[in-house]
């Protein structure tokens, strides 16, 4: 059985998904919610028994939508541990955005998590997810991380990255693939939010979760050949998603589309039919 999960404290209540406009629901979500996850028992499948998933929120820190995310992960058939890092030390938003000295610490906070897991368990095969701002703290963890000590599987999401950030050191700590999914109609918090705000490492441009990655001068072509990029198809809207910033994040979505991606990884089979799979 999949573990259990209870989710304790204030949440945005998901109806307003439907009843309330996509960046509004947003705002609400980063001004109002305080979520935090606890794990049920541990049942781990026999499959499952050296899997670990990571998730970092965005700069909105630990909200109703990375709970949805890690629900429709299990839904899909994700059965390994699961655990939520709000990196935002409850102080989110623009604060998150700029403090790019504290996300360091934090970062490295990540990748000294990471390389515990691995000695814990040499078998160790790790699933690290990033929401948004997230996607910064994640590639600094990984490039942070000593030699030897990988994840398997990143899974970017609405990444606030600026699109020619260098992925190379954070690639080379990543043994299978690195998949992107961006938006062309994330186009409020990534396009005109990171023109005014900035990207989370501090360039005022689209976002890579809006345009996607494009490899700089100087990127090393053997690790960037581990990175896969999907931009946003409008058949995902029957899934939840409907290309903006939190689109990517509905349970439906990562049920279908990211968990077989995660399970083919780990080298588990996946009962999702392949035309639900994403294409380059």
């Known amino acids: 059985m999949p573990q259990v999960y209870r ?3 204030r949440l945005g209540n998901r109806r307003h998904a439907a009843t309330m406009p996509r960046i509004a629901l947003i705002l609400f ?32 820190g630990e909200l109703s939508i990375d709970h949805d995310l890690i629900h ?9 541990r699961c655990e939520i890092y709000d990196w935002t030390e409850k102080a989110p938003g623009l604060s998150a955005l700029w ?10 906070k990540i990748a000294d998590k ?9 078998a160790a ?12 703290l994640a590639v600094w963890a990984l490039a942070k991380l000593p030699r030897g000590v990988q994840v398997e599987t990143l899974v ?14 954070a690639l080379r700590h990543v043994d299978g693939k690195a998949y992107v999914f961006y938006s062309e109609y994330d186009s409020i918090v990534l396009g005109a939010g990171t023109r005014a705000f900035g990207t989370i490492d501090g360039v005022r441009t689209d976002a890579a979760g809006k345009v996607g990655f494009t490899m700089p001068a100087d990127g090393d072509k053997a690790q960037y050949a581990k990175l896969t990029q999907y931009p946003f198809d409008k058949a ?6 409907i290309g903006d910033h939190i689109g990517a994040m509905s349970p439906r979505f990562a049920e279908q589309i990211l968990t077989p991606l995660v399970l083919e990884d780990l080298g588990i089979p996946t009962t999702q039919p392949a035309a639900t799979q994403p294409a380059n």
């Open 125 to 136: 095969r790790i699933t690290l997810t990033a929401h948004s701002g997230g996607n910064g």
């Open 236 to 241: 995902w809207m029957r899934l939840g998603n």
């Open 72 to 80: 429709g992960l299990v839904a899909g058939g994700y059965g390994g």
């Open 29 to 60: 979500l980063v001004l109002f919610s305080h979520a935090t996850l606890a794990r049920g028992g541990d049942d781990t499948p026999p499959a499952f028994r050296h899997a670990h998933l990571i998730h970092l929120p965005g700069v909105g």
């Open 7 to 9: 989710v304790q404290g």
């Open 114 to 122: 990471i390389e515990q897991i691995v000695k814990d368990d040499p």
């Open 156 to 169: 970017m999401l609405a990444s606030a990255l600026s699109p020619q950030y260098d992925l190379s050191d």
């Open 99 to 108: 403090s790019r000295e504290r996300n360091e610490k934090e970062a490295q």
